[in-house]
């Protein structure tokens, strides 16, 4: 218990610089910790990305997922008052090879940049002839800062 009282607050007095050493014109860059709530689920047929600050709107995201579910997955609880969930949706695909994943979040002084990449199946793979939905929802230290999401170059 002790440990993780440590661990936060040092988590919370590195965001502290990080944040200082931005609004200072720094220019540094700093990863940020994040952790995954939900990949590939749902049926989000458009490709979007999301930023969720509160509960009202993490509710009708999450209802959204689970709208095609037989029975429905419960409401992952998140504390907006220190996270708020980061989301990329890919829409529609014809198999399922396809992926999205999340792979950095940074904090520069201007700005949040979420760095995703999708992969794709090379020609000639033999993948499931089925439609799916890739997406990846991770949760992050709630921030101030606009978020930008870059999408890295494809995988094979």
Known sequence: ???RRIARIAGIVSLCLLSACGSAGGGGTAEVPFETIASDVGAVE???TVVVTDASAWADLWAELQRARVSPAPLPGID???KMILGVFLGARSSGCY???IERVTLTGEKMIVEYRESI???LVGCATV???P???V???RSAFPVEFAKLADAF
């Open 1 to 3: 218990m002790r440990l």
């Open 135 to 137: 997406s990846h929802l």
């Open 99 to 101: 992926s999205v994943h």
């Open 46 to 48: 458009t490709a979007r």
């Open 121 to 123: 199946p090379p020609p």
């Open 139 to 141: 949760a992050v230290d």
């Open 131 to 133: 439609i799916t939905f």
């Open 80 to 82: 907006f008052g220190r």
